[in-house]
């Protein structure tokens, strides 16, 4: 008797334009809008009040003094100006300086405090403005939408179809027990861990397993939550508990993976861990020599470290800008600068290395009557009413021969073994050997079944063709090398990346494969997501950096825990390109290479900014030390170094 199933529930309408909260890693989420006309400035008020409060305190000030006449005034309007923007500037700092983080904006926070200490207002806007944009412009340039862990939970299957005598009822994932009988229609994606209850099963596993192609599971076979059925429905019976399931076990991979995962030293912190110090004794030095606080209140101020707050984020953003042209979405700061650090790049097999979807790889004639291309266009005639995931495969590669498909008649499906018809004018079955004898009505050892030896089907699917009654030919099917592999291999050693090697969940004779003809010496086969985690770990700990680059399920947690992970996102996952640090838009991974030059490219021209910019801050630091430089004067004569260190950071782009 047939199964009643209640179809699944729609999916929300997704809004065209969703207001997400975005903001830069480790800082405060802000709202990621799209302007208006009418509503931009209020927008921009809203979104960076500091830097907007700063310009219009330093402009008001200045109308007030050298229009108005009103010296007095203009001091009070810069005063209130400096108060009311420093001190969010101040707190922030002492609270980041609490949690252990020694950062470039020190000196800034110390010359906003003497600033206000000593009434040197102007100056102190000056600097509140350089701090707050330079914040601003790192809000700007690095957008996360929202953490890989929420989107794996919201990803997770939730609902399933359980079995009640001869009906089903939907019930949320989490409450399937061990031992309840699942239905797991076609197309749906397992909620729990569990075996194949009634009949064989059709699953793509690619993304838990690497295993390219569609696999076959017999009754009492295991199966794991996250594969998804793309043969006829079946049922399933539960092994273990949602929270207990594979699903649920990367979900935690993914969590121990980011917490484990140590931050990325910013370019422009690693400079400040020893010019913020220098700075500080300088200016100690130089209220030693001269007994005047304001001396030392201007070697603050032209050591304010603008080339680190400002410069930098100007060239990062360039930087981003210009790999989002080659397809590469960047979504965090410190990513494009680790990308240009790798001395070690790790690939996944399938999706990655490989297409990642099954293609005809050759026809094999096991007869005389028909050439290759007539058996590949009989085929596709009725592989064309076919949902079967390897029909697509045939259809393509017989459009490729320039010739027309026939239509087909009298089109019989068989849910996961093969598809029956007439095309032109011959009787024509396409699928499995089973099938094929069946419907022929001989053995398993007659002739024609057995010709083609385990070696050539290594790794394989195997669709064979009967044509009038007769086994007229094969088709093979294997997941292919991508092009231009090899030689994005060879680049990346050009590069400077030390070891190139690949991970994957698929056997041990694929993976030797597809290295071997990709040009990768080194592979590990036959990984779970955990071993993957593992190795990525032990590449990190040998080399200080580790770039992954994957695209399915089983990858999210290698992604997560490596210095930068890299997802295929055009075709993958969105597990995978949740957890990565940077997206590949493009179905296209020899663009690997591009963002690995962009990242040093940015980094060579941010180190030339900064080394300039903090060599200048040295020479006014001396200058001011000794009394020459006034607070004001150092102000403006750091907005100078800024101009050129910022233009210096604009070649990235």
Not at 321 to 331: E, H, I, T, Y
Not at 492 to 520: F, Y
Not at 601 to 611: D, E, F, P, T
């Amino acid at each position: 008797m047939a199964v009643p199933i209640m179809p699944p529930p729609r999916r929300p309408e997704r809004t065209r334009f969703p207001d997400v909260p975005v903001g830069p890693p480790g800082g405060p989420a802000v709202r990621s809008h799209r302007f208006g006309t009418g509503t931009s400035l209020w927008r921009l008020v809203r979104r960076f009040p500091l830097p907007v409060l700063a310009v219009a305190g330093l402009v008001a000030g200045s109308v007030v003094r050298y229009l108005v006449g009103s010296p007095v005034i203009a001091g009070d309007v810069w005063f209130a100006t400096l108060v009311v923007g420093g001190a969010p500037l101040v707190v922030q700092t002492v609270r980041r300086l609490l949690r252990g983080q020694f950062a470039s904006d020190v000196i800034a926070m110390l010359a906003i405090v003497g600033a206000v200490a000593l009434d040197q207002a102007f100056a102190g806007v000056v600097i509140v403005l350089m701090q707050s944009g330079g914040e601003a412009l790192d809000s700007y340039a690095f957008h996360r939408a929202s953490s890989s862990l929420e989107d794996l939970l919201r990803r997770a299957p939730h609902v399933a179809r359980r079995r009640r005598g001869e009906s089903v009822e939907e019930i949320p994932a989490e409450q399937v027990a061990v031992g309840d009988l699942l239905v797991i229609p076609t197309g749906d994606v397992l909620p729990v861990d569990g075996t194949v209850s009634d009949r064989e099963a059709l699953i793509d596993d690619a993304t838990i397993t690497g295993e390219p192609l569609p696999s076959r599971h017999g009754i009492g076979e295991v199966l794991l939550s996250g594969s998804i059925n793309v043969g006829p429905p079946f049922e399933l019976q539960a092994i273990r508990r949602s929270t207990e399931s594979q699903y649920a076990q990367i979900v935690e991979l993914v969590r121990s993976a980011q917490e484990r995962k140590p931050p990325i030293q910013r370019l422009a912190d690693r400079y400040a861990l020893w010019f913020t110090p220098l700075a500080l004794a300088v200016a100690l030095l130089g209220w030693f020599l001269t007994a005047d606080p304001d001396v030392a209140l201007a070697v603050l101020v032209v050591a304010t470290p603008c080339p680190l707050i400002i410069a930098t984020p100007v060239a990062v953003i360039g930087a981003v800008n210009r790999a989002a042209d080659r397809g590469l979405v960047v979504k965090s700061g410190g990513a494009i600068e680790e990308i240009g650090r790798s001395r070690v790049v790790i690939f996944d097999k399938t999706g990655t290395i490989t297409s990642g979807r099954p293609e005809v790889e050759r026809v094999i004639l096991l007869g005389k009557r028909f050439d290759v291309e007539q058996l590949l266009l009989l085929a596709a005639s009725l592989e064309q009413r076919s949902s079967h995931p390897l029909a697509g495969a045939i259809v393509r590669r017989a459009r490729s021969v320039n010739r027309p498909v026939p239509v087909a008649a009298e089109v019989e499906e068989i849910p996961g073994a093969g598809v029956g018809g007439i095309a032109d004018g011959h009787r024509v079955v396409v699928g499995q050997s089973s099938l094929v004898r069946a419907r022929l009505g001989i053995g398993a050892e007659s002739e024609g079944t057995g010709r083609i030896p385990p070696s050539e089907t290594r790794g394989r699917m195997l669709s064979y063709i009967a044509v009038d009654g007769e086994i007229a030919g094969a088709i093979l099917f294997a997941d292919r090398l991508r092009p231009g592999v090899p030689e994005m291999v060879s680049r990346l050693g050009e590069l400077g990346v030390e070891r190139v090697t690949m991970l994957t969940g698929d056997s041990r004779a694929n993976a030797e494969e597809i290295a071997q003809a990709a040009g990768i010496p080194e592979y590990h086969a036959e990984l779970s997501p955990q071993a993957k985690v593992a190795q990525v770990d032990l590449y990190r700990r040998q080399y200080g950096s580790a770039l992954m680059v994957g695209d399915g399920v089983n990858d999210a947690a290698a992604l997560a825990a490596a210095s930068v992970g890299i997802a295929m996102g055009a075709r993958g996952a969105g597990i995978s390109a949740e957890a990565a640090d940077v997206v590949l838009l493009v179905d296209d991974v020899t663009r690997v290479p591009e963002g690995i030059v962009l990242g040093q490219r940015m980094v060579r021209i941010a180190r030339q900014g900064i080394i300039f910019g903090l060599g200048a801050s040295f020479v006014l630091m001396a200058i001011a030390a000794s009394g020459h430089i006034l607070p004001a004067l150092g102000a403006v004569l750091q907005e100078v170094i800024d101009v050129a260190v910022i233009l210096n950071a604009l070649r990235v782009r």
